[in-house]
């Protein structure tokens, strides 16, 4: 699958339910890029299996396919957020869960989604933690990209094993208007 398909459809009250729960677990410490990460399995909590039944249903490329794992990304007001990278499972559902008047700048907040995977020879540490060699394999295979820009309750599907970015980002101030996303990883 080399396309990303957007739906906007997500249910509000399901979105806030999980931004709480996002905001109420404890972090894996904070990450360079401006973020910090709190990790779920499908069967950590019935919210979670909720948002994963939803997906399933709004995108039919998810029937059949295993739910991997899961995690949450909570956003300092302004950073460059996660850097160009590609996940472990073939399918990744990111669901965007803070209202749009937390937004400071429309531009960013975003993904930035490459038209290029992953090698298949590459290791974990190849192809999610080394940038250089990462922007360096898509100069030399002149990759394009397509940015996705921001919108509450908006989730998007693509193929996780290609490379991906958030586009920077910018809101408001404040616990109230951080920016969190839900990633869905499908094997």
């Given at each position: 699958?080399?396309?990303?398909?957007?739906?906007?459809?997500?249910?509000?009250?399901?979105?806030?339910?999980l931004r709480e729960y996002a905001m109420t677990r404890e972090t894996q410490g904070h990450f360079e890029g401006g973020y910090e990460i709190v990790e779920f399995w499908y069967d950590s909590d019935s919210l979670m299996r909720t948002a994963v039944e939803w997906t399933r249903q709004a995108f039919p490329a998810l029937n059949g396919r295993k739910f991997q794992q899961g995690w949450f990304l909570l956003y300092d007001a302004e950073c460059q957020g996660v850097g160009v990278h590609a996940d472990p499972g073939s399918?990744?559902?990111?669901?965007?869960?803070?209202?749009?008047?937390?937004?400071?700048?429309?531009?960013?907040?975003?993904?930035?989604?490459?038209?290029?995977?992953?090698?298949?020879?590459?290791?974990?540490?190849?192809?999610?933690?080394?940038?250089?060699?990462?922007?360096?394999?898509?100069?030399?295979?002149?990759?394009?990209?397509?940015?996705?820009?921001?919108?509450?309750?908006?989730?998007?599907?693509?193929?996780?094993?290609?490379?991906?970015?958030?586009?920077?980002?910018?809101?408001?101030k404040g616990a109230k208007h951080k920016r969190v996303n839900c990633t869905l990883v499908f094997e």
């Open positions: 699958m080399k396309d990303v398909y957007v739906n906007d459809t997500f249910p509000k009250e399901l979105a806030q339910n399918l990744n559902v990111n669901l965007w869960i803070t209202p749009d008047d937390a937004i400071l700048d429309w531009k960013k907040n975003g993904l930035i989604v490459y038209d290029k995977k992953r090698p298949d020879d590459w290791d974990w540490d190849d192809y999610n933690a080394n940038g250089r060699k990462i922007r360096a394999f898509l100069r030399e295979n002149q990759a394009t990209s397509r940015t996705i820009n921001y919108k509450h309750c908006r989730a998007i599907l693509f193929d996780g094993r290609v490379f991906h970015k958030t586009n920077g980002v910018h809101t408001r």
